[in-house]
């Protein structure tokens, strides 16, 4: 898979981009705030359809075409992929709100209109950025949210029932305070509890069972980019007593132990008003050598920790799919020493195609930047550079 032309209106900080994007490597360097990381946030969106740094739609429209008749970000890409060429739009539409501006989002695929369900995923990428440090240190929904973006691109059957599980746990909610304050019965509770156990079961099976792969994939890149640390992944799943592996066990199994768990955790979640058990309450650690990677890796060492998951994902989606995703990686080099920026560097070789930003050439091999397509970004414009343009220099150590 490879994204060959790229069109940005009005999205973040930029006006207008308009790029093509030849060969397998594209390194994009500027100064901070200048809209690196936007770009590869907006080939991101083009694959899961989501905005990656944005709690609602309309805040990645740029600010001055907000003033606009009809304010809206677009996103374009063009791209070769193993199943044949494949062109996604989407478009962010502002309009006023009670709170500010709510964004309408539509989706394109190929010129024809498609729903986001049936337009995530027909281009599949990874992306890394400085916040995926918070994957071992944040809190356990960022976790969660990693294992939903991989499983989202490649599972549909996943994404449905993750999307039903949401709806249905905020009307069982509703229930259990109605409950606790007398206004409802608990008769009401079995329709709600075999709905969620269904749905819920989905979710710990399916993520188990990936997890159990990329855990194996990062614990074999981590070995390449740090050699001498042992990377280790732990899925708890919140559904207790534990008498299943989710990861072995049919999803019918896996219901009716989430249901049984539903009845048992009545007499705690009533007085609550809230499920206190199932997949939404999940938790995935992390260890370096035996030790919580939280509490005891560097902030060096958490930084490869995070690339290996970001790549294990992308060798996950690769095996699921038969087509590798697009690898967007935003300043991974930062608080790195030269012996883990060459490990890093040398570990990216074996993927189809790559989007790398950096502050400084410096930071990339010599060796590195004559394989790729390189960009000067400033003031949300990309200016392709000819070969050659860079200064000769040695590489860095």
Do not use: C
């Not at 390194?27 to 991101?44: C, D, M, P, R, T």
């Not at 600010?63 to 996604?88: C, F, I, S, W, Y």
């Not at 980019?225 to 534990?242: I, M, V």
């Amino acid at each position: 898979m490879r994204l060959t032309h790229l069109l940005l209106t009005d999205y973040r900080n930029i006006e207008r981009l308009e790029i093509d994007l030849p060969g397998r490597v594209g390194v994009f360097v500027g100064e901070n705030a200048q809209g690196k990381s936007n770009i590869l946030e907006a080939i991101y969106m083009l694959a899961t359809i989501r905005a990656a740094r944005a709690e609602q739609d309309a805040q990645v429209i740029r600010r001055a075409a907000l003033d606009d008749v009809l304010p809206a970000a677009r996103v374009v890409g063009q791209a070769e992929t193993a199943e044949g060429p494949l062109k996604v739009e989407v478009t962010l539409t502002s309009r006023p709100g009670p709170n500010g501006p709510i964004a309408t989002k539509t989706v394109k695929v190929n010129g024809v209109a498609k729903r986001v369900s049936a337009a995530v995923g027909r281009l599949t990428a990874v992306l890394f950025t400085a916040d995926d440090l918070h994957l071992i240190d944040g809190s356990p929904s960022t976790r969660r949210r990693f294992l939903d973006m991989a499983l989202a691109q490649v599972d549909p059957v996943y994404s449905k029932a993750r999307s039903r599980f949401d709806r249905l746990l905020t009307q069982r909610n509703h229930l259990l305070r109605r409950i606790r304050e007398g206004a409802a019965n608990r008769d009401e509770l079995p329709y709600w509890d075999e709905e969620i156990a269904r749905d819920g079961a989905v979710i710990f099976g399916r993520r188990a069972r990936a997890l159990d792969v990329i855990s194996r994939l990062a614990q074999e890149t981590h070995a390449r980019l740090a050699p001498g640390e042992h990377l280790a992944t732990h899925y708890r799943p919140r559904l207790e007593p534990l008498a299943i592996d989710p990861a072995e066990a049919e999803e019918e199994a896996i219901a009716e132990a989430y249901r049984s768990a539903l009845e048992a955790s009545l007499s705690r979640d009533i007085p609550a008003g809230m499920t206190l058990q199932g997949p939404h309450r999940d938790e995935v650690l992390f260890s370096l050598d035996n030790f919580p990677a939280a509490g005891f890796a560097s902030r060096a060492q958490q930084r490869t920790i995070a690339l290996s998951l970001r790549l294990a994902e992308a060798q996950f989606l690769r095996e699921r799919r038969g087509d590798p995703p697009l690898l967007l990686l935003d300043d991974i080099l930062s608080e790195m020493d030269a012996s883990r920026r060459d490990s890093v560097l040398a570990s990216l070789g074996e993927v189809d195609q790559m989007f790398v930003t950096g502050t400084d050439w410096d930071r990339f091999s010599g060796s590195f930047l004559d394989d790729a397509s390189l960009f000067a970004v400033e003031a949300g414009s990309a200016r392709p550079l000819a070969a050659g343009a860079l200064a000769p220099r040695t590489d860095p150590s």
